[in-house]
C-alpha cells in the first residue's frame, strides 16, 4: 500500500522547518559591480582631461573604483533585502519519503 506524503502515517515522523526565500547572492554583486564600473567609465569619460593621463586610462581607473564600489552598495543591499526577506518565513512539516520501489512494488 503507497502512502501520499501529505498525509503520513502515525509510524512516519515529521520535522517541523522553517522556510525562507532570498535572493542569489552573485546576481547582487556582479550588477552593481557592473553598474558602479560604468558610473565610473562616464565619470571618466565626461570629466575635464588631465595633462597626466589620458582620457581612456582616467575612464579605466574610474571604472575599476567604480566597480569596487559597487560591490561595496551591492553586499548593503544584499544585506538589507536578506534581512526583510527573512522576516516573511513560513513553516512546514518535513515527512520522511518511503524508500524507492520500482513500479512492480518490489525495492530496487
Known sequence: MEQHPATPSPADQGV???IH???KFWPFILTFAVFGALVGLIIGLLG??????????ASGFFAIFGAGFGVGIGALAYVIVDRVTSRKT???????????TDSSGQQG
Not at 513560513?90 to 524507492?100: G, M, R
Open 48 to 57: 575635464e582631461p588631465s595633462q597626466e593621463y589620458t582620457r581612456a586610462s
Open 21 to 23: 526565500s532570498s535572493p
Open 90 to 100: 513560513t513553516k512546514h512539516l518535513a515527512v520522511p519519503l518511503a524508500e524507492d
Open 16 to 18: 517541523e522547518v522553517q
